[in-house]
């Protein structure tokens, strides 16, 4: 368990016990064990208290209760013995199995997904998130509308009131009926499309400021907006909770040849995410289809920084971005040099074994520590680099009235060589590729011996 995540939770917290199912079909699943830590990590996020835990590895799915009658008598009993008011299945639980496990249990039965969409309504605060969040809830919850959830959600009456699963900006909706849902889930459809396409103007704004953009992208909790922070002096919300981030931030960031970028925070990815979510995701991740470069920001002290690295892999070649640089970050590298207590030198060790394992994968990883700052001069030297090696070269004869496109060259160019003419500045020049459209007028012939341009880009 993550007892540092568990200490920072300031709400009222419920108390609860986790269900971990496996099938024995079950493939690419995580072992049981990591599957059911990360259950509590989302469940000590949601403002839930775990008390304990219930595995149960099954050959064939009940239909009408997923697990066994004996396993529900025994998730019964422990539950009234350690005080559990709600109950959490590591799975998807159908409308059907969550209402009869309600019943036979007679406590609040969730699943994963619900657990998730519940983080979701409690963090995200942009109107579209909300209205993703609202549309995601909606969806899940009409199949399930139920007494018990409505009775629930007529107390929660607010975002913050109900207890886990309960809250979110659709509740007010559970006390309609259903096809006014249907209506509801149709308006908010609309409001997101007009809102999608404000997002894509300012994108286009963002991109016409021809600023280069680098990404931070990673398993959620790595601790990307506290890089963020650390490289950009941005006071974007960093806290030691599962999507603490839903609305990123982006905001320029200096490097050190003097040349300027953007850098902006997304959603942190988790494994498995439930269907009703990828879209609410895709929405901003969308951002990252015209983004220069990505930091793969990873948590090497986390027990299974390979498996998250490895999901975040995926999640990344899912939405197309296969093509896109990656520059792997091994982030909380303050925490490998611990050693005053057993735990600390437990931790220092995996981490260092974690960061072996990874240093085959990602030859290039760059050890930092959002934290305290160690490691960021490098990094931002290997983001320089990087984006230097997306370059292109170019002659050109810059017309003296051409002051700010000179200005531009010097911020997001790199100016090899210059000479006055009376013509203009003749300059040999390394560029990003949405300059050149621009400068294409003043292209001019090699006047040294120099290698072809299209070389450059290896160089
Ligand atoms: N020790 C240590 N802790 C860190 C470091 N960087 C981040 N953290 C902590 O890790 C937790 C998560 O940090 P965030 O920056 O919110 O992580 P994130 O990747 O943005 O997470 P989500 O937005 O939830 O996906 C916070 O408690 C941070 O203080 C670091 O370099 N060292
Ligand atoms: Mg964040």
Redo the contacts with the bound molecule.
């Keep these: 368990m993550n007892e540092s995540l568990r200490d920072r939770q300031d709400q009222p917290q419920e108390p609860g016990i986790l269900v971990g199912v496996r099938l024995s079909g079950d493939k690419d699943a995580w072992p049981m064990d990591a599957a059911l830590e990360e259950l509590e990590d989302l469940a000590t996020t949601a403002g839930v208290f775990v008390r304990a835990r219930v595995t149960q590895r099954l050959n064939r799915r009940d239909p009408a209760t997923l697990v066994g009658s004996g396993k529900v008598i025994e998730i019964k009993t422990l539950a009234s013995d350690v005080g559990a008011e709600v109950v959490l299945f590591d799975r998807e639980l159908s409308p059907r199995q969550q209402r009869n496990l309600e019943r036979e249990l007679d406590l609040k039965v969730l699943d994963r997904t619900a657990l998730i969409l519940d983080i979701f309504a409690q963090h995200t605060r942009s109107r579209e998130g909300m209205l993703q969040v609202e549309l995601a809830l909606m969806e899940y919850r009409l199949p399930r509308l139920t007494r018990m959830w409505t009775h629930l959600a007529r107390q929660a009456g607010g975002r913050a009131g109900g207890g886990v699963g309960v809250r979110g900006p659709g509740e007010t909706q559970l006390e309609i009926d259903k096809r006014e849902i249907g209506r509801r889930i149709a308006f908010v459809r609309e409001q997101i499309k007009g809102l999608k396409e404000q997002r894509r103007g300012s994108r286009k704004q963002r991109r016409s400021s021809g600023l280069p953009i680098v990404a931070l992208v ?1 398993y ?8 963020l922070n650390r490289l950009t002096g941005a006071d974007a919300y ?8 839903l609305d990123p931030t982006t905001r320029r960031m200096s490097l050190p040849g003097g040349r300027v970028c953007l850098l902006t ?1 997304t ?2 990815f988790i494994q498995n995410l439930p269907t009703q979510l990828v879209a609410a995701f895709s929405a901003t991740l969308e951002e990252l289809e015209e983004v220069d470069l990505l930091l793969h ?1 990873i948590d090497v002290t986390h027990p299974d920084a390979i498996r998250q690295a490895e999901t975040v892999e995926g999640v990344l070649a899912s939405l197309g971005l296969g093509e896109t640089p990656v520059l792997a970050v091994a ?5 490998l040099a611990l050693d005053d207590s057993p735990e600390a030198v437990a931790l220092a060790d995996m981490g260092r074994n974690n960061l072996a394992l990874l240093l085959e994968v990602y030859p290039g990883i760059e050890p ?5 700052g160690a490691g960021l001069e490098a990094l931002l030297t290997a983001i320089e680099k990087q984006m230097e090696s997306l370059l292109v070269e170019r002659h050109l004869l810059l017309p003296f009235a051409e002051g700010g496109l000179m200005a531009r060259l010097r911020s997001h160019a790199v100016v090899l060589e210059e000479a006055f003419e009376p013509a203009g500045m003749r300059i040999r020049v390394k560029v990003p590729r949405y300059l050149l459209g621009e400068l294409r007028p003043y292209e001019v012939e090699s006047t040294v011996a120099d290698p072809p341009a299209d070389t450059a880009r290896e160089a």
Excluded: E, Y
Excluded at 238 to 245: C, D, G, I
């Design positions: 990673g959620t909790n790595a601790g990307k907006s506290t890089l960093a806290a030691n909770q599962l999507f603490a981030t925070d959603v942190g920001v982030n909380k590298a303050d925490r930092v520590s959002a934290r305290d």
